[in-house]
Every structure is written in C-alpha cells, then in structure tokens.
C-alpha cells in the first residue's frame, strides 16, 4: 500500500451544506477515494457537494486558506481541517463506500515555490518550516553557536519525541521539509550564527541529526568548532 499524501479538497460553495466546506478540507490517505470516504463520514445524512478542485501534496508552508491554528494533525490518516482528527486520533478503518466515483484530477501544489521568488523579497526561510512557531527550539534554537548543545539535548528531544508520537511526527515532519529544502550555509548562518564549511557538510549534518532523533543513528555529528 502506498504512503498517505496530503489533499487539499474544495467543494462548490453554492451548493455546500456547512460553512466549513467553504475554504475546503483538509484530509491525509493513501488516494482520492480513500480521502473523500472519510470527508464523507463529516456528512453522513448527506452526499458530499460537488467537488470543484483536489490538490495533493499541499503544502503547509504556503499559506492555506484558513488559520493553521485550527489545523488538526496533517501527517495523520483522517481529515485535520476541520481538526477532526484531534478528538479521534488518526483513522485505521479503510472504508471508500463513502466516496463518489466522479471527481477532477488531482492537480500538484502550485504555490510550492520558495516564496522571496514569488515576492521578491528577502523572506526568512526557517518562517516557512511546517510547525516552526512550535518547534523552534529543536529546529533553530538547539544548533545556535552560542549555545553549544550537548548530547544530552539531542538524547531529551529522542526521548520526548518516543515519549508523545504526536509531537514527534511533528519534528519529523519539519526535519523531512528542512532536509529536502536544503538550506545553503549563509541561510543556516542567519538564524543560528553557526558556520558550515559547505553544503555538504551541512546536509550531512542535518540528516544525521534527524536520524539519531528517530532512532535509526547511535549518535549525532557535533556542530562546527568556530573558528576551526
């Protein structure tokens, strides 16, 4: 079975039943069906309304058309907007009765663009990391130069992320999105004043980072001596 992906769906406004259709829903599956079945499920004493647009793999460093603080959690099987999935934890059941068999195809994120090309601006990179207005510290604030993280850092953010798998599944979500961007040297330098010597020592060190975290590493790559 394949991996779950993340769609964005959008219905007709004119002819949806609640005002939360409105802006679309937000739901993680394994494909189309298996995600309108479980949108369907919100409804059950009506068919869903006609779907207008389907996106997968939406971004969630772009923008949505709704807050992120009502988000639920994306990187769950079941629909995290509306927050569903905050009150019934992710969605194990495989039931796609529910879903109609006619519906458009789905379209790529458009909008999955370093967002200083769009405007022209000098947008701070580490803004657009999924989760980073929760997560700084273990993202940011744990490879600062100045404050020299130990092995006992990394050992307590392992252990709290095998402790809550929610929370965990968050970092791993930020950390996937911070390797696969590959920020260059000078951009990691700006928010931690640590000073890689190329790229691919950085990307080095960051995915062994992410490994030790999740379990699959012994131990960490130190940060860069200044100076040395």
């Known amino acids: 079975m394949t991996a779950p992906r993340r769609y964005w769906i959008e219905f007709d406004r004119h002819e949806s039943p609640d005002l939360w259709f409105w802006p679309g829903v937000g739901v993680t599956g394994f494909d189309v069906p298996d995600c309108l079945s479980m949108v369907a ?27 992120g603080r009502y988000l639920g959690v994306p990187v769950w099987r079941g629909v995290w907007y509306p927050p569903r999935n905050l009150t019934t934890g992710p969605t194990h059941d495989i039931d796609r009765r529910g879903a109609p068999s006619d519906y458009p195809t789905p379209v790529a994120d458009s909008r999955r663009v370093r967002r200083s090309r769009i405007l022209r601006t000098e947008a701070s990179w580490w803004d657009e990391i999924p989760h980073i207005g929760s997560l700084r510290w273990p993202l940011v604030d744990m490879h600062h130069a ?7 850092s990394d050992t307590a953010l392992r252990d709290t992320c095998a402790r809550d798998p929610t929370y965990g599944a968050l970092v791993r979500e930020a950390l996937d999105y911070m390797i696969a961007w590959r920020p260059t040297p000078d951009e ?13 020592e950085l990307d080095e060190y960051l995915r062994a980072f992410r490994d030790y975290v999740f379990g699959t590493r012994p131990t960490p790559i130190d940060l860069p001596v200044p100076g040395a």
């Open 188 to 200: 990691w330098f700006d928010p931690t004043e640590t000073r890689f010597a190329d790229q691919r």
């Open 146 to 152: 100045g404050e020299r993280r130990g092995l006992g």
């Open 41 to 67: 499920d919100l409804i059950p004493a009506n068919p869903l309304p006609p779907i207008r647009r389907i996106t997968v793999d939406i971004s969630l460093a772009e923008p949505l058309p709704v807050s």
